[in-house]
T-cell receptor, first 115, second 111 residues
Framework: DTGVSQDPRHKITKRGQNVTFRCDPI?????LYWYRQTLGQGPEFLTY????????KSRLLSDRFSAERPKGSFSTLEIQRTEQGDSAMYLC?????????????FGDGTRLSIL | DAKTTQPPSMDCAEGRAANLPCNHS???????VYWYRQIHSQGPQYIIH???NNETNEMASLIITEDRKSSTLILPHATLRDTAVYYC????????????FGTGTRLTIIP
């Protein structure tokens, strides 16, 4: 399978704990995106990388959230001191960096539940 | 980004064509129309996109009105597996750093 891969698929943790998610984009896709989706809503943009550079961050990305893409390949999203409101599906997407209209391709997400 | 308006839900009989409308009356000249769908517990799946002309691929057809203020996604022969939430999004292609999803249309295919 050469699609976007996310790990883990599900994460249950207690409030106040730190969690880290991983995303492996489609090979050779330079652009990588993180979104968050709560129940009944469409995905909301969190942040975007081109290669290893984080080029845009949403106001949704509070200082408890940090995303990295150290070698321009896989990315991690860490949430520190989790809160109840962090419960959501965290989606990763990737796209190639070519001129023209290249759609984003999504993984199946990591579902986070805060107890 | 331009906003889109979609009906919250639709039903379609299995085997019939499903026509999903989208209104994007404030679309700019360089903004594309993208369609994604999301099946329960999965990530959004790209379906099709277009700028001005009608487009067709193996999954669907996209009809964009001449004034570009609305579009219709057509699934020619709907199957039960097409039951999903369908999102219509407008986005500038080169600057597609973020997709702005609405709440979409929940399409239910009726056996």
């Amino acid at each position: 399978d050469t699609g976007v891969s996310q790990d883990p698929r599900h994460k249950i943790t207690k409030r106040g704990q730190n969690v880290t998610f991983r995303c492996d984009p489609i090979s050779e896709h330079n652009r990588l995106y993180w979104y968050r989706q709560t129940l009944g809503q469409g995905p909301e943009f969190l942040t975007y990388f081109q290669n290893e550079a984080q080029l845009e961050k949403s106001r949704l990305l509070s200082d408890r959230f940090s995303a990295e893409r150290p070698k321009g390949s896989f990315s991690t999203l860490e949430i520190q001191r989790t809160e109840q409101g962090d419960s959501a599906m965290y989606l990763c997407a990737s796209s190639p960096d070519r001129v023209g209209n290249q759609p984003q391709h999504f993984g199946d997400g990591t579902r986070l539940s805060i107890l | 980004d331009a906003k889109t308006t979609q009906p919250p839900s639709m039903d379609c009989a299995e085997g019939r064509a499903a026509n999903l409308p989208c209104n994007h009356s404030t679309i700019s000249g360089n903004e594309y129309v993208y369609w994604y769908r999301q099946i329960h517990s999965q990530g959004p799946q790209y379906i099709i996109h277009g700028l001005k002309n009608n487009e067709t691929n193996e999954m669907a057809s996209l009809i964009i009105t001449e004034d570009r203020k609305s579009s219709t996604l057509i699934l020619p022969h709907a199957t039960l597996r097409d039951t999903a939430v369908y999102y219509c999004i407008v986005s500038v292609p080169r600057g597609n750093e973020k997709l702005t999803f609405g709440t979409g249309t929940r399409l239910t295919i009726i056996p």
